[in-house]
């Protein structure tokens, strides 16, 4: 529960899961735990009754680099309660190995990973650097769903692997 504490101290709180809309097809299941590692499907930050919380629209034209990385931090928030609901307890995550963070750029926008640093940094600051440190890939794209801002996807271990 260091994990949940720390979130509780900051005050923060972990969305829910995101409703489906009707005839909106989503994954068939936002995380897969095989053999210690879990993937986490790309999400984006949410609203405190789990719907879509923006910014939206493009990086920097329409959103500012600033609430980008405001919003990959809620893309953070979003991937810890996936994480919470399928294995029951965040203390469990025994490392950060790969975060693939895509933002809804601007052609030609050079300064993704800028953006991506709201994940990184917030990630490093809950569980620290021998946990938190993680490999990134931080790609401009052309359009995201829902036109969010940034979409962050992770796989993490648990319980060291086992």
């Given at each position: 529960?260091?994990?949940?504490q720390?979130l509780?101290?900051?005050?923060l709180?972990?969305p829910?899961?995101l409703?489906?809309?009707?005839?909106?097809?989503t994954?068939?299941h936002w995380v897969?735990?095989r053999?210690?590692?879990?993937y986490l499907?790309g999400?984006?930050?949410?609203n405190?009754?789990?719907?879509p919380?923006?910014?939206?629209?493009?990086?920097p034209?329409?959103?500012s680099i600033e609430?980008?990385r405001v919003?990959?931090k809620g893309?953070?928030?979003?991937?810890?309660a996936?994480l919470k609901?399928?294995v029951?307890d965040l203390?469990?995550?025994?490392?950060?190995?790969?975060?693939t963070?895509?933002?809804?750029?601007?052609?030609?926008f050079?300064a993704?990973?800028?953006v991506?640093?709201?994940?990184?940094g917030?990630?490093?600051?809950?569980f620290g650097?021998?946990?938190?440190?993680?490999?990134?890939?931080?790609p401009?794209?052309?359009?995201l769903p829902?036109?969010?801002?940034v979409?962050i996807g992770?796989?993490?271990?648990?319980d060291?692997?086992?």
């Amino acid at each position: 529960m260091r994990i949940e504490q720390k979130l509780a101290s900051l005050g923060l709180v972990l969305p829910p899961e995101l409703p489906a809309k009707p005839g909106v097809s989503t994954p068939p299941h936002w995380v897969r735990v095989r053999r210690g590692i879990v993937y986490l499907s790309g999400q984006s930050a949410r609203n405190a009754d789990g719907t879509p919380a923006g910014p939206f629209g493009k990086v920097p034209s329409e959103v500012s680099i600033e609430d980008a990385r405001v919003a990959a931090k809620g893309c953070a928030l979003a991937l810890l309660a996936t994480l919470k609901r399928e294995v029951g307890d965040l203390d469990r995550v025994s490392a950060w190995l790969s975060v693939t963070a895509m933002v809804n750029a601007d052609p030609g926008f050079p300064a993704t990973s800028a953006v991506t640093n709201g994940f990184s940094g917030f990630i490093l600051e809950l569980f620290g650097d021998e946990i938190g440190h993680h490999a990134r890939v931080s790609p401009g794209m052309a359009a995201l769903p829902g036109n969010a801002a940034v979409v962050i996807g992770a796989t993490v271990e648990i319980d060291g692997g086992a």
